[in-house]
């Protein structure tokens, strides 16, 4: 609760009032004075009234890629049974303020809110709460209160389509590794013939052992598997374009683009940051959530070196794509000595002033300006 200056000045001429009519024997003056502190005293009684009303909130949608619309719908219900609500009240979306009209809202009543959720910037836009002030009709006193929650909005890095996509290997028991388009098939296990199964795929000497028709159970055994690791490290990304990290944002996307086109051939991937957070994000679910919240960290003592020791250590795929920034250039030594635990190994540069030196660090680097390049020299990468 909070006296408005209004408020304040009418208070002190109450005690003032009240003060010099006692102490000089003035009955006007104390009448003055007693009215400015009933009004005062009204204001408090009058501003102290608690509302009853219920927030809800439905984003439509709430996950969309950068440069996408969203639209929050805010309906606020009054259910008090007796008084009107006659209130001003805004709406937090993101660092903006939505006003939501509510006046006159009758018990039992309702209003509607549409309004547009800013999505020009990649992150998580929180939404709410809804924040009512209630004043006395004379303005001496104004109270503020938040009701509801907050309604997250994930703003998802724009994802660039990609129509090529890793080989795997192939290996054999002699140790030769051989590229396969979309993963080998192996001998898995028999199991009895159903209505519709191929003929070609029927064990006959199994099927004339047991007296019924039994099927050949393929597996993929080597299904490309693909590991993107986002350089997150405030370092790797020293420039700035009015605050925002122009090279990091353009990895975002990439890593996006990746993860997108890995899903839609059905082949497993994962995501992985430099600088990883303690904890995934409320909400999160799935890795284009996690670029959503993704934010440039210190990342303490040599993150890099972690990452780089448990990529070597566990071998998480046969497709490696590391993705920073010009300040990451140097520690691309780093990345090469990963050769020998993923047959193939890819560097996205962004925003790097001058072009990567060819063979640099013995990796295939893809220089470029930002995501929609980099999809375009991933696509022309022959290698694949």
């Known amino acids: 609760m909070g006296i408005t200056a209004r408020g304040v000045g009418l208070l002190v001429a109450a005690v003032v009032l009240l003060g010099v009519g006692f102490r000089f024997a003035y009955p006007e003056l104390a009448v003055l004075g007693a009215a400015a502190a009933v009004a005062v005293g009204y204001a408090l009684v009058s501003a102290a009234w608690r509302p009853r009303l219920t927030v809800e909130r439905v984003a439509d949608p709430d996950r969309v890629a950068r440069g996408e619309p969203a639209a929050m719908t805010l309906t606020v219900r009054n259910t008090g049974r007796l008084r009107a609500a006659n209130l001003l009240a805004e709406d937090r979306c993101g660092a903006a303020l939505v006003p939501v009209p509510l006046l006159r809202l009758r018990p039992g009543r309702d209003t509607e809110v549409r309004y547009d959720v800013p999505t020009h910037r990649r992150g998580v836009v929180p939404v709410g709460p ?18 509801g929650g907050t309604v997250p909005v994930w703003v998802h890095p724009r994802i660039h389509p990609l129509t090529a996509v890793p080989t795997g290997a192939g ?48 597996v993929d055994t080597s299904l490309p598997r693909i590991v993107v690791v986002l350089d997150n490290r405030a370092s790797a990304h020293p420039q700035r374009v009015a605050g925002t990290a122009e090279s990091f944002e353009s990895g975002c996307e990439a890593a996006a683009s990746v993860v997108a086109a ?27 959530d996690r670029l959503a919240a993704v934010e440039l960290t210190d990342g303490g003592e040599d993150p890099l070196r972690t990452t ?26 780093h990345v090469d000595a990963l050769h020998g635990a ?14 990567t030196p060819p063979g640099a660090a013995g990796l295939l680097v893809i220089d470029a300006a930002d995501g929609a390049e980099f999809a375009a020299e991933w696509d022309g990468i022959r290698r694949w």
């Open 342 to 355: 993923y047959p193939s190994v890819v560097v996205g540069m962004f925003g790097a002033a001058e072009p």
């Open 262 to 288: 890995a899903v839609r051939e059905g082949l497993p991937v994962s995501l992985l940051l430099v600088a990883p957070a303690d904890e995934d994000p409320a909400g999160a679910i799935g890795p284009l």
């Open 308 to 333: 780089m020791s448990r990529l070597r250590q566990e071998r998480l795929g046969d497709t490696l794509v590391f993705l920073t920034g010009p300040g990451g250039r140097t520690d691309l030594g």
């Open 130 to 147: 809804l924040r009512v002030t209630r004043r006395d009709p004379l303005g001496l006193v104004a109270l503020a209160r938040s009701y």
């Open 171 to 218: 290996r054999s028991l002699d140790g030769r590794t051989d590229s396969v388009p979309h993963g080998s098939i192996t001998f898995d296990s028999l199991r009895e013939y159903v209505v519709g199964d191929e003929l070609r795929r029927v064990h006959w000497r199994t099927s004339a052992r047991v007296g019924e028709l039994m099927v050949r159970e393929n």
